[in-house]
């Protein structure tokens, strides 16, 4: 697949997630995404949600992808060459009338990749940079009929918070 936008040879600049790149004994290594992993991101996500959104991804990348904020995290996990899964996030100040605290908005795996710890180490290496960005409370929203998901961020300790969503349609 072509990259959607040229492949950078330059080195992305030492941010703070350069020191994020975790790179245990074995398996995957978790970095800051970088433009040449797009492709990769956007094949995951159109795999799980049945759409390619490529303007979206774009403009997901402009925003959290620069890697030089622990306060945005955009990260991917890496194993043999190819793009596994990612998580993307961000510290919010006082949104909702709470104090800083680190949001997760999305984390996906490679369908075939599943089962083997990498969606964990993708959470954990998110913590990291939010605790070093100072917050101590991560937070998410998941869809209520996506046991899936549940199962997951329970099992990483996340429960029920303090906040509700709430909607309406807009005419
Ligand atoms: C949720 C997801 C990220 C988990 O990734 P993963 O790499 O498989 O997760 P891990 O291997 O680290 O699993 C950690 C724990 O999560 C729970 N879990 C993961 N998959 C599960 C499943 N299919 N059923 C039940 N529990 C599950 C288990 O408790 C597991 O621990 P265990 O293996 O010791 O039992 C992955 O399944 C995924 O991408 N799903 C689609 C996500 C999605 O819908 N995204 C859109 C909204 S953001």
New binding site residues.
């Given amino acids: 697949m072509a990259p959607l936008i040229p492949t950078m040879t330059s080195k992305r600049p030492a941010g703070p997630n350069a020191a994020l790149s975790t790179a245990p004994a074995d398996g995957p290594i978790v970095r800051a995404v970088q433009r040449a992993d797009l492709d990769q991101v956007i094949a995951?996500?159109a795999g799980?949600?049945g759409l390619e959104k490529r303007k979206y991804w774009a403009s997901v990348y402009r925003r959290y992808g620069s890697g030089e904020r622990s306060e945005q995290q955009f990260l991917v996990a890496i194993d043999q060459g190819r793009v596994v899964?990612f998580?993307i996030g961000e510290v919010r100040d006082w949104e909702f009338g709470s104090p800083p605290c680190g949001w997760?908005?999305?984390?996906?795996?490679?369908?075939q990749?599943?089962?083997?710890?990498?969606?964990?180490?993708?959470?954990e290496t998110i913590s990291a940079a939010f605790r070093r960005a100072g917050v101590r409370k991560l937070r998410?929203m998941?869809?209520r009929d996506?046991?899936?998901?549940l199962?997951?961020?329970?099992?990483?300790g996340m429960m029920a918070g303090p906040l509700i969503s709430l909607e309406m349609d807009l005419e």
Wanted: glycine letters at 10%; zero cysteines; hydrophobic letters at 55%.
């Fill in positions: 995951i996500d799980v949600t899964g998580i997760v908005f999305a984390i996906d795996v490679l369908p990749a599943r089962l083997g710890g990498i969606g964990t180490r993708l959470l998410t998941l869809a996506n046991p899936l998901i199962s997951f961020f329970r099992s990483q």
